[in-house]
T-cell receptor, first 114, second 114 residues
């Protein structure tokens, strides 16, 4: 079936450096993509989203890039802080059987080194 | 975004008993809620889509008689794990679909079946 996957399961970054988390998706019908942050023992927290008619979107310290040609999504975190340490999931949204369905990737653990 | 709560946050039960988990949308009227389960160090897996006033839509491989979902109002959906067994131990997370297809997640419920 369709799937969303990540290249790196764990990413260690020095505090203050920029982080880049990558994600590959396979459903060409997906039209909406979301990045979530999940801290240990908590539910996912929305970070940023992007629709398929865009290739870049910026938020506060975060940027999402979408490359539909190669079905690739990335999350860039500027000036990474210890509080950014968490697991990050990309998710894709597509119409499935008449309703919208979100499929999550496998997750990348971001470790920020003080 | 929408504020979502879950109750209880943690529950421990004996094998064979049933457990009810509540998901509440505190500031948003949700016609659609979602239920996910997450095993340790794994991604979120969609179990079912909960529709207010109608039957839930279950994902392939999820037993509807095992995981009973009731969405009786626009602010409350419940998931009942019937005749729970140790393999049902997991982190159960609900979400609410907000505007623009974004999902907002609850804090999760940790179920441990002895």
């Amino acid at each position: 079936g369709e799937s969303v996957g990540l290249h790196l399961p764990t990413l260690s970054v020095q505090e203050g450096d920029n982080s880049i988390i990558n994600c590959a998706y396979s459903n060409s019908a997906s039209d909406y993509f979301i990045w979530y942050k999940q801290e240990s023992g908590k539910g996912p927290q929305f970070i940023i989203d992007i629709r398929s008619n865009m290739d870049k979107r910026q938020g506060q310290r975060v940027t999402v890039l979408l490359n539909k040609t190669v079905k690739h999504l990335s999350l860039q975190i500027a000036a990474t802080q210890p509080g950014d340490s968490a697991v990050y999931f990309c998710a894709e949204n597509a119409n499935s059987g008449g309703y919208q369905k979100v499929t999550f990737g496998t997750g990348t653990k971001l470790q920020v080194i003080p | 975004g929408a504020v979502v709560s879950q109750h209880p946050s943690r529950v421990i039960c004996k094998s064979g008993t049933s457990v009810k988990i509540e998901c509440r949308s505190l500031d948003f009227q949700a016609t659609t809620m979602f239920w996910y389960r997450q095993f340790p160090k794994k991604s979120l897996m969609l179990m079912a889509t909960s529709n207010e006033g109608s039957k839930a839509t279950y994902e392939q491989g999820v037993e509807k008689d095992k995981f009973l979902i009731n969405h009786a109002s626009l602010t409350l959906s419940t998931l009942t794990v019937t005749s729970a067994h140790p393999e049902d131990s997991s982190f159960y997370i609900c979400s609410v679909r907000g505007g623009a297809d974004t999902q907002y997640f609850g804090p999760g419920t940790r179920l441990t079946v002895l």
